[in-house]
């Protein structure tokens, strides 16, 4: 299955490529100039991955003619605020960005995020480019045009949906991750293996990074094309997602998301055991790759506190939330309960 350079067109209100490859960060000059006729690109990158990328993307951006201007700031959850936001806009009108110029995300989720929302905001919109460095990126956070900052009553409570130009995501750069950032990203596997067959049998072999990055990239496309600004279909990327949700905002940050989704789609199988939705034979099966995924998977909370830490998450409609349940491998439904039932519903 695997090749070189794999490209997956997503169609959405903006079309795009996202190229998945090896070694591709040192090429991101002339991928960028292949659907950016900007004269200037503002790179916006944290701490750790400036010392990693950011020479070699500069000086590639650069030798394809564009002026390049950097902004840097410390990586973690806790930057993903109003603060950075703003330092970011800040950024950009100092250093005179136009319409026509354009962002380079250059990280993890939380850049992706960060750039992406001051693009959506920047002069009403500008351009942007996506270029993933952790496996959590690569395969979910980075494609599908969605941006949020966090506030302190919860996460990404301020964003915008905004579609990237193009996605480059350079397998290679998994090689520098650190084992709790890989490990990170495999959480977000775990959901993907839980909703398309072809990533949990893949999950199952001798697997190649590109292709698992791949087969999640190509089963996300579908989703958002069928469904952008998240009024149905979409919803089901949120699988795990809200005891997730409660368990970071519960450990202020320290558990990162994709730990926390492997440990809320753990509390969800055990819910979908429990209502029938699934047998002991499917759940063994399915929580079995979950620990693949993620094999230190134990979550530190009482599910009571987390349905009450959950009580912002964005899938809240007034006194009722939607929970997304699992009734097989590749078959997740939603199903909306009062937020009074929700820790009766999970425990």
């Known amino acids: 299955m695997t090749n070189n350079v794999k490209t997956i067109r997503v169609k959405a209100s903006g079309e795009y490529d996202v190229i998945i490859g090896r070694g591709l ?26 010392a990693l990328y950011s020479k070699a993307v500069e000086s590639s951006l650069l030798s394809s003619g564009y002026k390049v201007v950097k902004f840097v700031f410390p990586h973690g959850e806790e930057s993903k605020n109003l603060i950075t936001y703003g330092n970011i ?54 494609v599908g045009g969605k941006t949020a900052i966090d506030l302190p009553y919860g996460k990404n409570l301020v964003g915008a949906f905004c579609q990237p130009i193009r996605v480059i995501c350079d397998i290679n750069a998994l090689s520098t991750l650190p084992q709790d950032v890989l490990g990170d990203g495999m959480g977000e596997t775990a ?51 809200t005891p ?43 929580k079995s790759a979950v620990k693949k995924c993620a094999p230190e998977n134990v979550c530190p909370f009482d599910i009571k506190d987390i349905c009450q830490a959950s009580l912002t998450d964005k899938k809240r ?28 519903y999970l425990r």
């Open 244 to 286: 997730a949700h409660g368990i970071e905002r519960l450990s202020k940050y320290t558990v990162p998301h994709g730990k926390a989704v492997a440990m809320g789609l753990e509390i969800i199988l055990n819910a979908s055991l429990k209502h029938g939705l699934i047998n002991a034979n499917e759940f063994e099966e399915m």
């Open 25 to 50: 960060i040192e090429s991101v000059g002339e991928l960028v100039k292949e659907v950016c006729s900007a004269t200037k690109i503002a790179l916006v990158t944290d701490d750790t991955v400036d």
């Open 191 to 241: 959901k993907y293996a839980l909703l398309d067959k072809k990533v949990f049998d893949l999950l199952k072999t001798d697997y190649d990074m590109l292709d698992l990055v791949y087969l999640c990239v190509d089963y996300k496309r579908q989703v958002v094309e069928a469904d952008e600004f998240e009024g149905g279909f979409r919803k089901l990327l949120n699988l795990g997602h």
């Open 89 to 142: 806009l800040n950024f950009l009108a100092e250093n005179e960005l136009t319409r026509t110029d354009a962002l380079v995300a250059l990280g993890g989720g939380v850049v992706g995020d960060m750039a992406g929302f001051a693009a959506a905001t920047y002069l009403r919109g500008i351009k942007y480019i996506q270029i993933p460095t952790t496996l959590l990126a690569q395969i979910d956070s980075s």
């Open 317 to 344: 409609s007034g006194d009722n939330i939607s929970l997304i349940m699992v009734h097989g491998v590749g078959d997740c439904r939603p199903v909306k309960i009062k937020i009074s039932d929700m820790w009766e």
